[in-house]
């Protein structure tokens, strides 16, 4: 493919061609409006009255992050004004006109949100009885008012008092999904043992403070999914006129700019007059190299506003000297899915965005807060992404009258990027995708806290992509109350669900078979029909899928052609092909794995370092089928074993596990001389070497292993005639032992200094063999030898020797000399 010639990320000398617009007088549009320019009073009396509550309110914020919303007890009683907006989660200037204070405890409290009743009270004991009044009210009437005259917001009861706590806790155990889990925590991922563990903490803190996690309440979470995917409409129009355009894809770049996030669902508003919302629709939706847009407002202002859209684009069209990001010499197609959907033929050379070469090009930090203040949406935007991509070019001090204390970069960000939000002059230069772009920024540093600020100030332009991010934060941080919260927000700001909201809530899952089934469940409803989608819930059930086929009794064949039929799953990234390795050893089913391991070979997969660390473990101390799996791929091109320590640790400990004396010996000394000693191997020959009486009552062979393998395995160069002495270990080896130090390691027991003597010589021999193995290369390709030293084991099993036989007998690893050390 072909990209854009000059991207012009950091340009700043082409103005807005919207911010000039003006018209006569019209009738005021307050509902295109947010809420932070509908108040009756004056900005300037708003802001003295934000800054006077949030200095008293900063300091009743929740303490921790793991809460995005404040508490009730240390909310600050609401009135007719404003307050501080930054505690509110509000969507509508008209609710909260009509908002009449009666009583000072707010709402009745709701248990977790499970329920929602017409007059805002919700009371059971049980589950069931949750479960019962949810059914019987339907979801959209969470953005009704409450018969008492005050508007819904479902975020301002999450904390319960102390009645709620009983219910509580008397209610059903929630414990059990814990307890499934840990009996079958070797099953999960490493991902879903942090998730585990941070489920773990929730309970803890939640049995200290009452705020009780209720992971039972999966199945009605996925039933509430469904019906505001049901009920709420695809697209919600607002404003008397609505008009669709049709934009190409550079222009939509001009005027909002360019980053992953801008090339998804975005909106911004216009300061024209009375307002004009542009808000240009998902990739999925557009036509050809189109994107489709909605704009919104009063006709006079949407005539005006397509007016110079079409402006914008004609100049482009025509190379305007102003206009920084040309018309490229390929098209750009937003969404080759769509085209595909709509029988359209795909272009085989098409034009794609280089906006991650943006990403590679940092910038310090001082030189981001030193630039000129933007005046555009798509400044800001940039100006957002310049923030996210610096760096910092040394220690950052505070001021001098105050304490000298480096100040962490990405704190600096943060501070940052919470003052360009919540400053009330940059409210017009707002968009979606620089939201989003903050947002993912904050969950990803758990800035919990701060993303909760920002999202109470830009709930006007949230999006599914927006509620998707929070979602996915809830759903690695185990914060299912909040989750059902996010949902009930998504219903009364008519926000349809998506592919990625069923994803997100199939990464709250932690237990394997919930997991399999949700999965499943997704695909015959259609939640996974897009590509994206299905890629992302593939990398996080597809080993718990294939462990229950597997264990129906059925093969893999059959598991693969489940997916055949099914659009955007007949790919498989590595990523994948190891998550089903992880599956088949898991059940340790060696047919499943060598099946596998055929197809990989009848497709043209590679099988490198990590693969191959995901099937060794299921050789346990089988040394001779672990050899088997790494012959058929080490002659491979691209396979490279002797950069990976890992595989080295992997045999070594599979061959020591099941005391193979020539195969150690081998894999130590090629793994010294490539320098992939790992400290478990390094551990392993220590202790062996300065072991002479075993502890435990075993037979002669398991004395004979204990106390004999590591001397076996050491001496790189003890066999060459020009073997160069090293003053250490000649000092520490008795004269009769100088043609072999480690004989004298096989003298026995001794006490007193000469047990010390024996100790620093054993650790001086491995730390020779770590530090000079490089200098040395072997002589012999690896599988060569390995085949050699498993012979030689299998004629030495079973059959007692003494040391001195062993060490005299064993395989000889032929190596020469460099002549220079060998850098890493």
């Known amino acids: 493919m072909l990209s854009r010639g000059q991207p012009c990320l950091r340009r700043r000398g082409l103005s807005a061609v919207l911010d000039n617009a003006a018209v006569g007088p019209d009738e005021p549009l307050l509902f295109l409006y947010p809420r932070w ?10 802001n003295r009255v934000t800054a006077a509550r949030a200095a008293s309110a900063s300091a009743r914020c ?64 049980t589950d069931r009885a949750i479960e019962r009044r949810r059914d019987r009210v339907p979801v959209d009437q969470a953005t009704t008012k409450t018969n008492s005259g005050r508007s819904f917001n479902v975020f301002a ?69 469904e019906r505001i995917q049901e009920k709420i409409p695809a697209l919600t129009l607002k404003g008397p006129k609505n008009k669709a355009m049709l934009i190409p894809e550079e222009t939509v770049a001009l005027l909002s700019g360019i980053n992953d996030m801008a090339m998804k669902e975005n909106i911004w508003y216009v300061p024209v007059h009375n307002g004009c919302r542009v808000h240009i629709l998902s990739p999925s939706q557009s036509v050809g190299r189109y994107r489709k847009a909605i704009i919104s407002g009063s006709p006079r202002v949407v005539d005006l506003v397509s007016d110079r859209i079409v402006r914008a684009h004609r100049l482009q069209e025509t190379g305007d000297p102003l206009v920084d990001i040309r018309k490229p010499v390929v098209p750009v197609f937003p969404s080759i899915e769509a085209m595909r959907q709509n029988n359209a033929q795909v272009p085989l050379i098409r034009g794609v965005w280089d906006f991650y070469e943006g990403k590679n090009s940092h910038m310090p930090i001082e030189a981001v807060l030193d630039s ?93 992509d927006t509620f998707n991010i ?42 394997p078979n919930a997991k399999a089934g949700l999965f499943m469940y997704m695909m ?33 064949d059959s598991y693969i052609k489940l997916f055949q039929n099914t659009h955007g799953t007949n790919w498989f990234s590595p990523s994948l092909i190891n998550k089903m390795f992880n599956a088949t050893v898991e059940l340790k089913n060696f047919p499943a794995l060598n099946r596998l391991l055929e197809i990989c070979d009848e497709h ?63 894999i130590w000394r090629y793994a010294c001389m490539n320098g992939a000693v790992t400290d478990k191997m390094k551990m392993s020959v220590l202790s062996s070497m300065t072991t002479n009486v075993s502890k435990k009552k075993v037979n002669v062979l398991d004395i004979l292993w204990r106390s004999n393998a590591g001397k076996i395995s050491v001496g790189v160069d003890l066999h060459l005639s020009e073997y160069p002495s090293a003053d250490e270990i000649m000092k520490l080896t008795p004269v009769k032992f100088h043609s072999n130090p480690v004989q004298s390691l096989m003298t026995g027991f001794q006490g007193g200094k000469e047990r010390e003597r024996q100790l620093m010589l054993a650790t001086a021999l491995v730390r020779r063999d770590i530090e000079l193995g490089r200098r040395y290369r072997p002589t012999q390709p690896l599988p060569t030898m390995l085949d050699a030293a498993a012979l030689f084991d299998l004629e030495w099993k079973g059959v007692p020797r003494p040391p001195e036989w062993m060490v005299q007998h064993a395989i000889q690893v032929p190596v020469e000399w460099k002549g220079y050390l060998r850098s890493s």
């Not at 049995?207 to 009605?220: A, C, I, N, P």
């Not at 998506?498 to 990464?507: G, H, K, P, R």
């Not at 259609?526 to 462990?547: E, F, N």
Request: aromatic share 6%.
């Open 372 to 464: 000129e203040r933007p005046t555009t949406v798509r400044g800001f935007l940039e100006h957002v992404e310049d923030l996210l991509t610096s760096t910092t070019s040394g220690p950052y001090r505070r001021q001098e009258n105050q304490t000298r204390r480096q100040t962490p970069h990405n704190l600096r960000i943060l501070r940052t990027l919470s003052q360009l939000f919540l400053n009330d002059g940059n409210q017009r230069l707002l968009s979606t995708a620089a939201l989003n772009s903050t947002l993912s920024f904050f969950c990803q540093h758990e800035y919990m806290k701060a993303c909760r600020e920002v999202i109470l100030r830009c709930e006007h332009l949230a999006t599914v």
């Open 62 to 125: 929740l303490r921790g992050s793991s809460n995005i919303l404040p508490s009730r007890q240390n909310r600050p009683p609401r009135g007719s004004s404003w307050g501080c907006s930054s505690l509110r989660w509000m969507s509508s200037s008209a609710t909260l006109r009509n908002y009449r204070p009666k009583d000072p405890t707010g709402l009745s409290d709701k248990q977790d949100g499970s329920g929602v009743q017409a007059s805002g009270t919700i009371r059971g004991d």
């Open 524 to 556: 015959r409803k259609g939640h996974l029909s897009q590509i994206g989608p299905m890629r992302t819930a593939l990398q996080t059930a597809i080993q718990d899928t294939l462990v229950l086929h597997l264990e129906g009794g059925d093969s893999v």
């Open 604 to 666: 043209g997969i590679n099988i490198d370092s990590s693969t191959m660390l995901r099937i060794l473990p299921i050789c346990r101390a089988n040394i001779y089928a672990a050899l088997l799996y790494v012959f058929r791929y080490v002659t491979r091109q691209g396979f490279r074993m002797d950069r990976e320590a890992q595989i080295w640790e992997k045999l070594f400990l599979i061959a020591y596990k099941g005391r193979c004396y020539n195969i150690c010996r081998v």
């Open 470 to 511: 929070l979602l996915r934060a809830c759903a690695r941080r185990q914060d299912f109350r909040l989750f059902r919260h996010l949902l009930i927000s998504m219903a009364r700001l008519q926000i349809r669900p998506d592919a990625n909201t069923w994803v997100a809530l199939l990464e709250c899952h932690v237990s």
């Open 37 to 46: 320019v509908t108040s009756r009073r004056s900005i300037t009396t708003v």
């Open 157 to 225: 009861d999450i904390e319960s008092d102390q009645k709620g706590k009983k219910v509580l806790a008397t209610g059903k155990s929630h414990a059990r999904p814990l307890v499934a889990a840990r009996e079958r925590r070797k099953r999960l991922t490493n991902r879903d043992q942090r998730k585990l563990l941070y489920r773990s903490y929730l309970k803890e803190i939640g049995e200290e403070t009452g705020k009780t996690q209720k992971w039972g309440l999966m199945d009605s979470t996925q039933k509430m999914l």
